[in-house]
């Protein structure tokens, strides 16, 4: 995503929201100031990182470590990825599963979407 309009959208995040933050580092200073402003408006955190340890798990109201083998070159290899993208794919699944209005939302955004194709 673009970090202008996470930024946008995040100050408009509030306790009933949830922030799902990934980052290899846990260091990066797009995703840190993020996460500030989600904790000054009291917004839940769910932080990925693939070390403990750094900013983003310090903000976080929930720390998940991907992958732990990286290093700061390696950082954003294949299997740091990888595993930040099946924690991402479970993450969505349980709260579809769990929550009607979430998957009228998801439905109505989807047809939107599909309405946009030629």
């Known amino acids: 995503m673009d970090m202008h309009l996470a930024t946008m959208l995040a100050t408009s995040f509030g306790p009933k929201d949830l922030l799902i933050v990934f980052s290899a580092s846990g260091?990066?200073?797009?995703?840190?100031?993020?996460c500030q402003l989600a904790v000054k408006s009291k917004t839940p955190i769910v932080g990925i990182t693939s070390r403990r340890k750094n900013p983003v798990e310090e903000h976080s109201t929930f720390h998940l470590v991907a992958v732990a083998s990286d290093s700061p070159v390696t950082s954003g290899s294949g299997a740091s990825v990888t595993s930040q993208i099946a924690l991402a794919d479970s993450i969505y699944i349980d709260i579809y599963g769990r929550d009607e209005a979430i998957r009228k939302h998801v439905e109505l955004t989807t047809d939107t979407i599909i309405s946009k194709h030629l």
């Open 27 to 34: 260091a990066t200073r797009d995703i840190v100031d993020i």
